[in-house]
């Protein structure tokens, strides 16, 4: 169970907090030297890791410590709260950063000396608290979770972490921070997913203590941001119901995200915003509402409260949303905390109001909505109103238990379990009930809406009913359950067409009805719901019926590692020349729209335009109009006019075209341009040619 905090807040002498704070601070300054120590000596990931547990880590354990929440909490869900504490502890010395024009190393210093400053105001931690086994069984799931996220680790590709990684190292390599000197594109407008970089700034402070190149040394991020999600979930089960059901659904979690349905669960992209806001910030809230209804007017979990709804807000804004949802029908139905649900409410509305204001407020025009663009959206009685229930149910026969024990748990077993079953109730009624789909796509669009299936806080319900059941079936007697946890694991593998095609999403709707309709009549009959204690049953035995239900699809998963292919679009002997020319003001380059999107990721450049897919949040640079130039640019039959006015309206400083094109031809006679790099036949990649834009000759 958790603590109860009834210490007096005890002050330090002043003598004693200066010995402290010198303590700290050489503590502070010897952890960030042995950050770069690391790098020289072994491999990156580990130096990275151990990058992360300085720039995030420390600072997230003084905001825990400091909001005296180890002392309420217990020591797993305290440590589960420094990913939230430590990111949201960059957002005031970020913001000041940006006002004033500061450095990032400026920054990153201030997070630091913040850090140090915060620990020495706290009394010594008392290790003798620590439940040691637990603590233990924590320790080795984030090893075991770190290991398996470094095998499946792959290069930075092709893919959303070139973005990333771009901001990243723009964070890093500019000499006065501004929202539009992190652009892709010169002096452009924010991104509307990222328009505030706040996890890109605490990564790019482990990355800059590791060393490295920016963009390899982001991608080395990866074993320590799985790490986070067996610790995340397992907390969030504990303060549901209990450690068993806290390991359960950590086994639950890290496999759904080992063998994902949709692209952002994949463990090799944890550290990507997106999938990082999932598996680690979602599961951050649902414990945080979960304690707030123990004890709603504690100060540290109603600023936690507010903390995971500002970080989620500005890492993914969009994913406010299902986060939103989970607290709604947790508070509504304990009718605690309310005042703390409308602050995070408020918090949301401004936090978006500013990304619309900075990101989409006067943008041109966008074309109209495609209606043919409906891939996962489900039919019920021919109306296409909400997510398909093949999405929402992706063949995991663990989801369809806990979907199907929602309107039991709301009703059944004394209402005992209610808290657990809204909790997965809310984000779900997001993509199930009819005609919330038609709600959401107005604010999000389609293709965010299409995700919300993945935000649905499943594991806990189903690791509850599997506890419910090890509870029910003591020792021998556990042989039973065990023998049904085979067979039916055996019976979702084989994916019997109608239960997961014909009829899923008719099933899928009628139980979020039934659901929203218990929910509502609890809320207004005012039939108190309160946090239920921990369940007694032991970890092993909810394991084990746990691995039986998975064991089937897990023995017939393939677990190799699927290396990339193809041919790469830009050598590194391009990616190295660019490099060494990316002083700022960064230089910007014209291409191609995919090599110009793997350069904005590998080097420190602005490109006019990428392809489609990766400019649809920033409509303040008009995207149409810039990918038109850069291909009437690239069309040999353009005049030099034409060319010399897309050079002067977008600053171009290079321009990078196929080596053996018609264009690469037509180009080298171009007196305006000067070729000063050419690929060599001895690359693997396209081969490629760099022109300099020369200085427009007066009467030209």
């Known amino acids: 169970m958790a603590r109860v905090d009834t210490a007096p807040l005890t002050v330090l002498s002043a003598d004693r907090l200066r010995r402290r704070l010198a303590v700290h601070l050489a503590g502070v300054l010897a952890a960030a030297l042995a950050t770069r120590a690391l790098a020289e000596l072994l491999p990156m990931e580990i130096a990275a890791g151990w990058g992360a547990l300085v720039a995030i880590g420390l600072p997230g354990w003084a905001a825990v410590r400091l909001l005296r929440l180890d002392r309420r909490l217990g020591t797993a869900e305290a440590v589960a709260l420094v990913p939230l504490g430590g990111i949201a502890a960059w957002a005031p010395p970020l913001a000041l950063g940006f006002l004033t024009g500061l450095p990032f190393v400026a920054v990153l210093i201030v997070v630091l000396v913040a850090s140090a400053v915060g620990l020495a105001l706290c009394e010594p931690f008392r290790p003798e608290l620590v439940e040691r086994r637990e603590a233990a069984g924590m320790g080795l799931a984030a090893l075991v979770a ?118 952002p669960l994949s463990l090799q992209w944890t550290e990507q915003p997106p999938t990082f806001t999932f598996v680690v910030l979602l599961p951050i809230g649902v414990l945080v509402i979960h ?49 703390t ?10 936090i978006l109001g500013w990304i619309w204001w900075q990101a989409l407020a006067g943008a041109p025009p966008a074309g109209a909505f495609n209606p043919t663009y409906r891939s996962g959206v489900g039919k019920v009685f021919s109306h ?14 663990a989801f369809l238990i806990a979907m199907l024990a929602i309107p039991v748990l709301l009703i059944g077993f004394g209402r005992r379990y209610a808290l657990a079953a809204v909790t997965m109730l809310g984000p779900f009624v997001l993509v199930a009930l009819p005609g919330a789909l038609a709600l959401l796509i107005p604010i999000v669009n389609l293709a965010q809406a299409r995700r919300f299936w993945i935000a649905v806080p499943w594991p806990y319900v189903a690791a509850l009913v599997v506890a419910l059941v090890a509870a029910r079936f003591p020792g021998r007697r556990l042989a039973i359950p065990a023998a049904a946890a085979l067979v039916l694991s055996f019976l979702f593998h084989l994916r019997f067409k109608p239960l997961w095609n014909t009829y899923a999403s008719e099933l899928c709707a009628l139980v979020a009805v039934a659901g929203l309709g218990i929910a509502l009549w609890l809320i207004v009959s005012r ?94 640079i008009d995207p149409p109009a810039r990918r038109a130039a850069v291909n009437q640019f690239l069309e040999p039959a353009t005049s030099d006019k034409a060319r010399n006015a897309v050079l002067d309206r977008y600053h171009v400083r290079y321009v990078m075209v196929e080596r053996d094109s018609d264009i690469s031809a037509t180009l080298a006679t171009d007196p305006r341009l000067q070729q000063v790099f050419v690929d060599g036949d001895n690359t693997a990649a396209v081969k490629r040619t760099i022109f300099q834009v020369l200085p427009q000759t007066p009467g030209r």
């Open 384 to 397: 296409t109103v909400m997510l398909s229930g093949q999405a929402i149910l992706a063949h995991r026969g």
């Open 146 to 263: 770190g290991a398996v996220g470094w095998y499946y680790q792959g290069g930075i590709g092709a893919g959303d972490a070139l973005f990333h990684a771009g901001r990243v190292r723009k964070l890093i390599e500019l000499d006065s921070l501004s929202l539009s000197g992190i652009s892709t594109y010169l002096d452009g407008a924010p991104h509307a997913g990222y328009a505030f970089p706040l996890l890109h700034a605490a990564q790019a402070g482990a990355v800059k203590l590791a060393g490295g190149d920016p963009s390899a040394t982001y991608v080395s991020l990866v074993p320590v941001f799985v790490c986070l999600v067996p610790v995340t979930v397992y907390a969030a089960g504990r303060a549901i119901a209990g450690p068993a059901v806290g390991a359960a659904a950590a086994l639950l979690a890290c496999w759904d995200a080992l063998v994902p349905g949709a692209w």
């Open 341 to 350: 649900l409308l602050a995070g409410y408020a918090l949301g509305a401004a």
């Open 527 to 620: 039939r108190r719901v309160r946090a239920v204690p921990h369940l007694a049953a032991g970890a092993l035995p909810v394991l084990l019926l746990t691995v039986g239900l998975l064991s089937v699809p897990a023995l017939g998963h393939d677990y190799s590692r699927r290396p990339a292919t193809g041919r790469p679009g830009v050598s590194r002997q391009v990616i190295d020349y660019l490099r060494a020319h990316d002083e700022a003001p960064f230089p910007v380059v014209l291409a191609d729209l995919r090599p110009a999107y793997t350069l904005s990721g590998q080097a420190a450049v602005y490109v006019v335009a990428v392809n489609e897919g990766h400019m649809r949040a920033e409509p303040k």
């Open 291 to 339: 304690e707030l209804c123990r004890t709603p007017e504690h100060r540290g979990l109603q600023a936690s409260w507010l903390a995971i709804v500002g970080v989620v807000a500005f890492v993914h804004p969009t994913y406010v949303f299902p986060l939103l949802a989970i607290g709604t029908g947790v508070l509504l139905v304990s009718r605690v905390g309310l005042r």
